[in-house]
């Protein structure tokens, strides 16, 4: 190389490494990702006092139950709740859960939701207080908080990346745990359905596209219903599985049949055969009430059997959706609206 070539690459070097300027700092390392499946995980079992969950996308893949649901909710009424709720329809959540606690219910959505557009929701039926990222990541891994009052209740929506959210009514609280849980963060605390009595009964009903759990001893009317069993319960769960009709439309139609489980947790080895017989006489006067003539519970599909397995008394019920739908639609019609606006 020639004097001045050399000369040359030295001013050049010079010139870069004055401009390069300090180091850039490391990235921060990336967040784990968020822990949303079942959405179930993300409900505090301090304070429960019920707790459904359901897969509504298996449950209206069931063309029985499709046809059967639309006698007690219209899909115009679907519709509408999803355009309220920037986009979140029913029917076609991969998971959803409501949990209600002293003072407040929350509801979980489990698929794919679109953050704007749940954002843009609450903002038009709410007067916002207030927004905060709870947790800043990737598309999938922020957490995103907006609260405020809608009518006279305090509400609050979190959105979980773009795979789930979450709808709190009433006193703040449980939702924070649900981000807490989420993110791995709330070591000392359990979810719902992994703490006592509701771990035992989610084992003893099993996988069901729809359950719903509740820790006794129950007081009042409740306390009374079933023979008085519930008074002397730590819990009871109810599972619902569909059954399918025929292949053919009008089987469909007329076939579909709801298998129910009924499990109520207690002390019955003390006298198995007095409770389990009690619960077979309550589940009869369930089924010729008036209310389970109008839903054609008086004509079961099979008839019910009562059993006790490890301490646990258990009840499976069939009975043919179409009735069961009819009746509910008879007796509750005027509600329905309701329900589904709230």
């Known amino acids: 190389m020639t004097p001045r070539r050399l000369a040359a690459a030295v001013f050049a070097a010079a010139l870069t490494a004055c401009g390069a300027g300090p180091a850039a700092p490391p990235s921060p390392p990336a967040l784990p990702p968020l822990h949303l499946a079942p959405v179930t995980d993300l409900a505090p079992a301090a304070g429960l006092a019920w707790l459904v969950d359901a897969r509504p996308r298996e449950l209206f893949a069931h063309p029985e139950l499709v046809i059967a649901a639309r006698v007690l909710f219209a899909d115009a009424r679907f519709d509408a709740f999803a355009e309220r709720h920037g986009g979140i329809d029913l029917r076609r959540l991969d998971e959803a859960a409501i949990a209600a606690y002293p003072g407040a219910t929350l509801f979980l959505a489990g698929g794919f939701v679109d953050p704007a557009k749940v954002e843009a929701a609450f903002v038009r039926r709410a007067r916002i207080d207030g927004r905060a990222i709870d947790r800043k990541s990737d598309p999938l891994g922020t957490i995103v908080r907006s609260w405020g009052t809608v009518t006279t209740e305090r509400e609050q929506v979190a959105v979980f990346g773009r795979r789930a959210a979450a709808l709190e009514i009433g006193r703040f609280g449980p939702l924070r745990a649900a981000e807490l849980f989420a993110e791995g963060r709330l070591k000392k605390a359990s979810p719902a359905l992994r703490a006592h009595p509701f771990a035992e009964l ?12 509740a820790p006794g001893p129950f007081e009042g009317e409740w306390g009374r219903a079933l023979g008085g069993l519930l008074a002397a319960s730590t819990g009871v769960a109810v599972a619902v599985r569909i059954v399918p009709g025929g292949g053919a439309a009008n089987e469909a139609a007329e076939g579909g049949r709801a298998q129910i489980t009924i499990a109520i947790l207690g002390l019955w080895t003390r006298d198995p055969e007095a409770a389990r017989s009690r619960l077979a006489a309550a589940l009869h006067t369930v089924a010729e009430s008036s209310l389970g003539k109008l839903c054609g519970l008086d004509h079961p599909a099979v008839e019910p059997t009562v059993r006790i397995s490890e301490g646990t008394l258990i009840a499976d019920v069939t009975v043919a959706l179409l009735p069961l739908f009819r009746g509910l639609n008879a007796a509750t019609g ?7 606006t709230y």
């Open 202 to 213: 989610a084992d003893t009903v099993g996988d069901a596209p729809i359950r719903a759990f």
């Open 334 to 340: 005027a509600s329905v609206d309701d329900i589904l």
